[in-house]
Structures are given as structure tokens and as C-alpha cells.
């Protein structure tokens, strides 16, 4: 499962505390930069690195987000009232 609502590596908004519209744009999208083929991707070459094979499969259970704000999110990403938004 791929969950951008988890990603450590998003970040709020440059010079805020509780903003991050990158983020989400990163995590909503489905083009190549965005997080979660981005994510599908590295899983791949992973994959390929351990078996030496490029066509394994590959299961995509879901992609996830959690409203309203999980207890285990532990990144800045909770001072975003956005991040944990119902829309």
C-alpha cells in the first residue's frame, strides 16, 4: 500500500507553520513527479534489484489518506489542517 499521508518526506510550505499546498499537490496527482507513481517506481527497481527480473508482479492493495487527523501521523504534516482535510 502507498500512502502519501504517511510520506516523512513531505513538507509544510516554505516559511509556514501550518500550510502545504505542495504537498498536496505532490501526493493528489497521478503525473510522473507526483508521489505515489513516483513511489510505484522505486518499488519496481527495488523489486528488479532483488530478483533480476522486470516483469514481477507487482500488487497495488490501495492508496490511502486519513481524515480526520490520525494519532499516528508524526510528521509537521499535522500542523496542516489541509493535510487531514475530508476534501
Do not use: H, I
Amino acid at each position: 500500500n502507498f500512502y502519501p499521508y504517511f510520506d516523512p518526506n513531505m513538507q509544510l510550505d516554505e516559511g509556514t507553520t501550518d500550510s502545504c499546498e505542495a504537498a498536496l499537490n505532490r501526493a493528489e496527482c497521478w503525473g510522473q513527479d507526483c508521489s505515489v507513481p513516483a513511489g510505484l517506481r522505486n518499488a519496481r527497481r527495488k523489486m528488479q534489484r532483488l530478483t533480476g527480473r522486470s516483469d514481477g508482479l507487482l500488487w497495488v492493495g490501495e492508496t490511502g489518506w486519513s481524515w480526520p487527523l490520525s494519532p499516528t501521523l508524526g510528521s509537521a504534516m499535522r500542523n496542516c489542517p489541509a493535510w487531514s482535510s475530508r476534501e
